[in-house]
């Protein structure tokens, strides 16, 4: 995310690349393994969607596609690279809510 002039909100120690799946008409979709989120895949809706380019030591990798970085955590925020909205299942959503309270 772009703000003002600095290239991220400096919540979480990554360093991400816009588009980097290509724009608006590469948009894809695909099933990815998260540890957190039981009883299989998670479909992955990925629209101009950015990938982690690199992570500080405290960042864990939650999840990848095509060999880059698409969901992570340090502490207690969370950052995803896809549309977990744009589908009926609601995992990501439940994880997320337990990881909040």
Do not use: Y
């Not at 772009?2 to 608006?24: C, E, P, S, W, Y």
């Not at 925020?77 to 909205?85: G, Q, Y």
């Not at 299942?89 to 990881?99: A, K, L, N, S």
């Amino acid at each position: 995310m772009i703000v003002a002039d600095r290239d991220h909100l400096g919540l979480i120690d990554i360093t991400t690349k816009r588009n980097a799946f290509g724009r608006q008409l590469s948009s894809f979709e695909d099933d990815i393994e998260i540890d957190q989120v039981a009883d299989g895949p998670v479909r992955a809706i990925f629209i101009r969607a950015p990938w982690v380019e690199s992570t500080g030591e405290g960042v864990e990798v939650l999840a990848t596609v095509r060999d880059h970085p698409v969901a992570v955590r340090e502490g207690t925020v969370t950052a995803i690279s896809f549309h977990p909205e744009l589908t009926d299942d609601d995992r990501i959503h439940g994880w997320f809510v337990r990881t909040c309270s």
